[in-house]
């Protein structure tokens, strides 16, 4: 087989791109906030864009030579506004995290007032954690879940707006398992003169396919990250009423970035595209689906589940009710075959290094094919593994029945044999 130019100039980083190509394609992937890209997605990310240096927008550049930059940013922000029936997009952050700073940066200045849920009742860093600059730059006030449903007590939402009068109230989530009131949450900012963002980093999917309700009509500003349910390469997204355009956009650049990724940016443009297609609507309810189905046999398996189970793509399973830490469940299982994250729980004991939960996540199983009978059969092994951390013998025979599973849903196979160890490496 024919060397590529990367494993004649670095066999070390080819192998470890062999290597990983190999845990993905052998290996049960249930992180909820990963996916796997479709070729086509792979093969923009890898463009000669990566050249290109286009400070700017469309057709108001600061470098020259980007006539065809302008084309493949005009196509992303046509198909998002397409995809998410938005007023205005900004195709150019690099990550969640920097729309997210890009919004606040537009609406807010420092040592105004934000509610944000809590990083352990299932909320992000970027919604006001001490620790991130949004805890460091603003005065937080966190909101949070129901001790008794463990889902968003929106009366103490309202309670705490009417007591603070925040300048904006984040809503969205990074472990919740259910469905977000974004009419609700408006409403109560509404009555307090507070602007609304809505992070749906991780429910994108679902509100482009229409199986989660839409923040679009209700919300100020809406930025999700582009990799998650979206299926799309690493990156973000921020839009907003046609009100805030200027304002977001001076706020990514020169706000917050520089030049754009603009092979990534093209990445993106491939991505909503292939979320246009009705097939993906297909792929999102099927996503839900097989959610509900893992949900049922693990609770079947004597497992509690936070809320009791869930509505969108993800579950937050409590190990601590079978005398399991996070970190000891995740450890158990990848020597399974199987990858889950370690995760808080709504007020977890443990630190969030141990944790006493599991998030769980059915997106890139089913961009494999994956359906309700390998769910069932995924949750029983998890269930297996889980009864038993300790027992290595049962975690190998587990992780060859991966394999062989694995095996009959394959995943990136040219890329295996461009990366061969055998003739490549």
């Known amino acids: ?55 700017g927008y469309p057709g108001r550049r600061y470098y020259g030579g980007c006539e065809f930059v302008d084309v493949v940013e005009r196509l992303a922000q ?24 890009s919004v606040y940066l537009a609406a807010l200045k420092p040592g105004d007032t934000i509610l944000g849920m809590d990083l352990s009742h299932g909320g992000h860093l970027t919604h006001g954690h001490p620790l991130n600059f949004s805890g460091k730059y603003f005065n937080v006030v966190p909101y949070g879940v129901d001790k008794e449903t463990e889902r968003i007590d929106y009366k103490e939402l309202e309670r705490l707006a009417h007591e603070h009068r925040p300048k904006m109230i984040i809503c969205g989530a990074s472990a919740y398992p259910r469905t977000i009131d974004f009419e609700r949450i408006a409403a109560i900012a509404r009555a ?52 805030h355009s200027k304002e977001l956009d001076r706020a990514v650049f020169p706000g917050v970035q520089g030049g754009p990724l603009v092979h990534i940016i093209a990445a993106k443009a491939v991505c909503f595209h292939e979320a246009l297609q009705p097939g993906f609507k297909a792929y999102q309810a099927q996503v839900v689906k097989n959610a509900s189905i893992l949900a049922e046999t693990l609770r079947n398996a004597g497992f509690r589940l936070v809320s009791g189970g869930t509505d969108n793509h993800l579950i937050l399973v409590d190990v601590s009710s079978k005398g399991l830490t996070g970190k000891i469940a995740e450890k158990a299982l990848e020597k399974a075959g199987i990858t889950v994250n370690k995760n808080t729980i709504p007020f977890d004991k443990n630190p969030p290094l141990i944790s006493s939960g599991i998030r769980i996540g059915t997106p890139a199983l089913t961009t494999r094919g994956m359906r309700e009978e390998e769910m069932q059969k ?27 599973l694995c095996h009959n849903f394959p995943l990136y196979q040219s890329r295996l044999q461009r990366y061969d160890k055998a003739s490549s490496i």
């Open 1 to 55: 087989m024919h060397k590529s130019a990367l494993s004649e100039v670095d066999p070390q980083i080819a192998e470890a791109i062999y290597n990983e190509t190999q845990r993905l394609a052998s290996g049960l992937e249930l992180i909820a906030s990963e996916n796997y890209v479709s070729e086509a997605v792979l093969e923009a990310m890898g463009s000669v864009f990566t050249n290109k240096y286009a400070e």
């Open 192 to 243: 307090v003169d507070a602007l609304v963002l809505a992070d749906i980093a991780h429910i994108a999917g679902l509100v482009a396919a229409g199986l989660h309700p839409s923040p679009i009509p209700h919300a100020d500003f809406v930025t999700s990250t582009t990799h998650k349910t979206l299926r799309g390469p690493r990156s973000g997204i921020a839009m907003c009423t046609e009100k």
């Open 78 to 101: 046509d198909r998002a506004k397409q995809l998410f029936h938005c007023d205005h997009v900004n195709v150019q952050p690099h990550s969640g995290a920097q729309a997210n700073m």
């Open 378 to 404: 995924i949750g029983t092994w998890i269930a297996e593994v889980l009864s038993a951390v300790d027992d290595t013998g049962l975690q190998e025979r587990i992780r060859l029945e991966v394999e062989r």
